[in-house]
């Protein structure tokens, strides 16, 4: 295979990883409880900010390109918390450290993390390193409230990239 074949097929398959992951991502935020599916994301921890090797960040810009490219282009909205379930998933799947932040905006308290009510004053992130991968508008009018973590039974892997 050529390299541009490759890398053309590496973006296909992960903006259909993605395009599932967001989907499902959409559905449990809006259909069950937040108790019922955090555990899906980690473990509440610090912000690690692990260096990255070229290769990596390769991995982290095609995950932040196919979440953000099939996120504009699903027939409904998806809003910040399930693109940064989505891309933690994918990440998480590739055995890439990341943390996925939870704020509120420092003007007041908000709606949900849903964003029904278009009143919300939560917003959701997702951070690599240095690199906010996904939700990076406006990150510096919130308060983080929450910082999640490697996956609980894949703690060990996804923190390779942390040490």
Same mark, same amino acid.
């Given at each position: 295979?050529?390299? !541009? ?13 993605? !395009? ?10 809006? %259909? ?5 599916? *955090? /555990? ?5 921890? !610090?912000? =690690? *900010? ?7 960040? $390769? ?22 918390? =399930?693109?940064?379930? !989505?891309? *933690? ?8 450290? &990341? ?8 003007? /007041?308290?908000? $709606?949900?993390?849903?964003? #029904?009510?278009?009143?919300?004053? %939560? ?29 609980? #039974?894949?703690?060990? *892997? $996804?923190?390779?990239?942390? &040490?």
């Amino acid at each position: 295979m050529t390299s !541009a074949f490759a890398q053309t097929i590496r973006m296909t398959l992960a903006g259909l990883e993605a !395009a599932v992951l967001l989907v499902t991502a959409v559905l449990l935020t809006k %259909l069950v409880a937040y108790r019922r599916w *955090k /555990g899906m994301l980690g473990v509440v921890t !610090a912000s =690690p *900010k692990p260096n990255l090797d070229p290769v990596d960040m $390769a991995i982290v810009r095609t995950v932040e390109r196919a979440v953000d490219g099939v996120a504009r282009r699903l027939p409904f909205q998806v809003l910040c918390m =399930p693109r940064a379930m !989505a891309a *933690k998933w994918m990440l998480d799947r590739r055995n890439l450290a &990341s943390t996925l932040f939870i704020g509120i905006r420092r003007k /007041g308290i908000g $709606a949900s993390l849903t964003g #029904e009510g278009r009143a919300t004053e %939560l917003h959701a992130w997702l951070r690599v390193g240095e690199r906010i991968v996904t939700g990076r508008d406006a990150v510096q009018d919130y308060h983080v409230i929450a910082c999640i973590g490697g996956r609980v #039974e894949a703690r060990g *892997k $996804a923190e390779r990239s942390a &040490s």
